[in-house]
């Protein structure tokens, strides 16, 4: 398998971090990312798995059947923050990558934007579609298709999935009109911390799922590299809340006395010039 002899991002020098998923962090812009380079054949199988033939993804079946019905619904922390941030902003036209099964979709349209959404998996695009929302199927790069430029382009939970990671902010830059907004969530690379006893479990999906980890820190850096002013950026600071699970609880108390570290990064940029 090839892998990166530098930063895939700003190709500075690279160190090993974590040898049991084969990930490094570049010592220039802090960004953390598997050293492996995977075949768009390992990516397709791997992600063809995951939405077709396993139960990982089963919750957004259930999301999909309760947006099918018009059953209302509420949005997740990371979602409902970033748009309650862009919709206190002049914004008509906004693109949203890895669109799943249309919720973000379905909530922006009753509130009268313009949307289109991206989907790499054409089945779960096609779901969206069905729902009366503007979702097609393909990757990030399928921006710079659009000769329109949008005030927002969203991504949650879609960043740690890309392989491309200059390419994606090459392509969303170009995208963008001048000051427009890119609204995401990755997961926190920090959460290892809360498991010292384990430092080399991630707790959350490793490659060639996520091929990037992320932190505010190395955040900071990518984002101001990429062209992009930060507007917020911050770390949920409690657990997700999962009654059946003894953390949850040990969690919530560290987070009292700050001694917790969050699960979700999320956070808003306004575009300021070309990567």
């Keep these: ?20 998923h084969n990930l490094v962090l570049c010592v220039d812009c802090g960004l953390i ?12 199988d791997t ?19 309760r947006l099918a019905k018009r059953d ?33 979709g379905v909530y922006l349209k ?22 009366g929302i503007d979702v097609r199927a393909g990757s990030f790069t399928q921006l710079a298709a659009y000769s329109e430029k949008f005030d927002v382009i969203l991504g ?29 969530s990755v997961p926190s690379y920090n959460k290892v911390l809360n498991y010292p006893m384990d430092k080399d479990r991630l707790h959350q999906d490793g490659p060639p799922i996520h091929v990037n980890f992320f932190t505010l820190q190395n ?3 990518i984002l101001q590299l990429a062209g992009f002013e930060i507007r917020f950026l911050e770390t949920k600071g409690r657990p997700y809340f999962n009654f059946k699970k003894l953390d949850t609880y040990r969690f919530i108390l560290k987070a009292l006395v700050g001694k917790y570290h969050g699960p979700t990064i999320i956070g808003v940029a306004e575009k300021s010039r070309l990567l």
């Design 110 to 131: 009753k509130r009268n934007l313009t949307y289109l959404g991206i989907e790499m998996d054409s089945a779960t695009a096609e779901k969206a579609s069905s729902l």
């Design 219 to 221: 955040l900071t850096s």
């Design 47 to 65: 992600y063809d798995h995951l939405y077709n033939k396993s139960t990982k993804y089963q919750p957004y079946q259930t999301q999909f059947n």
């Design 1 to 20: 398998m090839n892998s990166f002899d530098k930063c895939k991002f700003c190709s500075g020098q690279i160190r090993p971090i974590n040898s049991r």
């Design 72 to 104: 209302l619904f509420r949005l997740g922390w990371p979602k409902r923050k970033v748009i309650r941030h862009i919709l206190g902003q002049k914004v008509n036209d906004v693109c949203e990558v890895g669109a799943g099964i249309g919720m973000v």
């Design 33 to 44: 990312f598997c050293k492996d380079i995977f075949t768009d054949t390992q990516i397709k």
């Design 156 to 184: 949650f939970e879609v960043i740690e999935h890309i392989q491309e990671l200059r390419d994606f902010f090459t392509i969303v830059s170009k995208s963008l009109k001048t000051g427009g907004l890119l609204g995401f």
